[in-house]
């Protein structure tokens, strides 16, 4: 089923060419981004602190891709390994909190797999990327129709009831097919192993497979339920 919406602020971003060779990354252990996806954080760290300000000086376009299997959230080593593939996001809002802290919103633009890194004197690390492996990622909306709408929505309503989770069914409804599986996909509780999984999977057609699959797993063994909702 598609759905249409407005343009947004990644439409500046047409073809290839129009991303840059190198980019700031944000390594990040359990968190990932995807096209046309808002992913919302709290920088307080030195080091990104000085790449946020950079990104906002400069073409506001920063990576998150997660570390390999580490204890901390975000190692402090430079030179700490990064997974092969992440997504480069707009910096689309940002403000400052009294205490020096900045609360920043990406928008996904499009995957890229980490061909090299630059050495440079910058606390934060900058890498090169390729993004031709995901050129549609550009297209709003593209494989959206291959998607098993029906099956997705009855194997997420069967996910929330398990988990006694209340949702907005009108919203999910009326959300683009896109928009719905990739911002599933950025806040699903799974690991920093599966939530790669749903990274790089090839179209939206099979992360809307790996999405059911995890949530059929789930609904297999069910645990107890959080009460709370999703909106």
């Known amino acids: 089923m598609k759905r249409d919406v407005a343009v947004g602020i990644t439409e500046r971003y047409r073809t290839l ?3 840059p060779a190198q980019i700031p990354v944000f390594p990040l252990q359990g968190c990932i981004l995807l096209p ?3 992913l919302p954080l709290n920088v307080f ?5 000085a790449m946020v300000e950079d990104a906002i000086a400069g073409d506001r376009l920063i990576g998150i891709v997660q570390p390999l299997p580490a204890e901390e959230e975000s190692p402090a080593a430079k030179g700490f390994p990064l997974r092969a593939t992440g ?11 009294d ?5 920043i919103t990406l928008t996904g633009v499009c995957r890229f797999d980490i061909v090299g890194e630059t050495q440079t004197a910058k ?14 990622d550009l297209i709003r909306g593209h494989g959206q129709d291959a998607v098993d709408w029906l099956k997705f929505v009855a194997v997420l309503r069967a996910y929330l009831d398990a988990r006694k989770l209340t949702a907005d069914w009108d919203s999910i409804q009326r959300s683009p097919t896109e928009l719905l599986i ?8 799974y690991g920093p192993e599966e939530k790669q999984a749903l990274l ?8 809307a497979e790996v999405l059911i699959a995890l949530a059929e797993m789930e609904i297999a063994a069910p645990g107890s339920g959080t009460g709370t909702s999703l909106h």
């Open 36 to 38: 046309r996806s808002n």
């Open 17 to 19: 060419s129009d991303l």
């Open 87 to 97: 997504c480069v996001g707009r910096l689309s809002a940002f403000s400052e909190t």
């Open 200 to 207: 790089e999977a090839a179209d939206l057609k099979a992360r």
């Open 99 to 103: 205490d020096g802290r900045l609360l």
């Open 123 to 136: 606390p934060y690390r900058i890498c090169d990327a390729s993004y031709r492996p995901y050129e549609n």
């Open 182 to 189: 990739n911002t599933l996909s950025m806040i699903s509780p």
């Open 45 to 49: 760290e030195p080091r990104y602190l």
